[in-house]
């Protein structure tokens, strides 16, 4: 899977996706500390980070719209906005989906403790929108 990496130099080109799943690592998470991850309906993937990169995290909302309105807190997504479902991948990294995609991926996701899901969610999301 081919990633795209946002800078301040072309996000202006990837603003408003059509996001039907993102992933939010505080600066100290486990993993690339600060990287966002965005999934799109059409199976492309997005990476941009305003912790360690030079992206504002405005610029990530302007990307992912409903980034903004997103908690995230030491153990959980606190707030995830109407339409959208929060999931915890464990040292300080979130995966938040679009409500159908969430339903229908459920199962599958919570036969996985978090660490496990972290390096699955990527694939699972890809070959489900790959289907369709």
């Known amino acids: 899977m081919d990633e795209i990496y946002l800078s301040m130099e ?6 408003n ?3 039907v799943a993102f992933s939010y690592a505080h600066g100290g998470a486990q993993g690339v500390g600060g990287e ?13 980070n305003p912790v360690f990169g030079d992206m504002k995290i405005e610029m990530c909302d302007e990307v ?4 903004k309105d997103c908690i ?15 999931v915890r991948l464990g040292a300080g990294n979130f995966l938040v989906l679009a409500e159908p995609l969430y339903h229908q991926l459920k199962r599958r996701m919570f036969k996985m403790p978090p660490h496990i899901l972290y390096d699955e969610w990527i694939g699972m999301v890809i070959n489900y929108l790959r289907k369709f």
């Open 72 to 86: 995230f807190g030491l153990w959980d997504v606190e707030k995830t906005p109407n339409g959208w479902k929060g």
């Open 36 to 48: 966002i991850i965005v999934i799109t309906r059409d199976a492309k993937m997005y990476s941009m």
């Open 17 to 19: 996706l059509d996001v």
């Open 64 to 67: 992912c719209p409903p980034l």
């Open 10 to 15: 072309n996000y202006k080109d990837y603003v």
